[in-house]
């Protein structure tokens, strides 16, 4: 049976601490005085935040500013559909065309179905 208590949760604060600190290259020891934790413990969420993979980022419908079909969104910054952002387009799943491309300048050649 493991002796002592479990180990507490870090906070979204602290975490945010260690990380300012890090990056201003802080020593482990002076993020442990900090944070009031051993040196080792700090190293340790570190490498576990480091490792940690990002949230998913929150969707919302759009509409696509080529074809105008709604897609979910990632962000303002997200503003064409995975085929628009393609290069395909409104040529693809607006007209019911396929794309060849055939390298002339405009690099596409609509083929009706």
Not at 25 to 30: K, L, R
Not at 68 to 76: D, H, T, V
Not at 102 to 111: K, M, N, P, V
């Given at each position: ?23 201003d ?6 993020i ?17 935040l ?6 998913p ?10 074809c ?9 910054h997200?503003r064409l559909?995975?085929?628009c952002r ?10 019911g065309g396929?794309?060849?491309h ?10 009706a179905?």
């Open positions: 049976m493991p002796g002592g208590p479990p180990p507490r949760q870090w906070r979204p604060d602290e975490d945010s601490l260690l990380r300012r600190m890090v990056a290259g802080a020593s482990w020891s002076a442990g005085r900090a944070l009031d934790m051993d040196r080792r413990l700090c190293k340790g969420r570190h490498a576990a480091l490792e940690a993979p990002d949230p980022r929150p969707t919302r419908e759009r509409k696509c500013l080529c105008g079909r709604p897609f979910l969104s990632e962000g303002a997200n559909c995975d085929p393609d290069g395909a387009g409104e040529i693809t799943h607006g007209l396929v794309v060849i055939d390298g002339g300048i405009s690099g596409i050649r609509i083929t179905l």
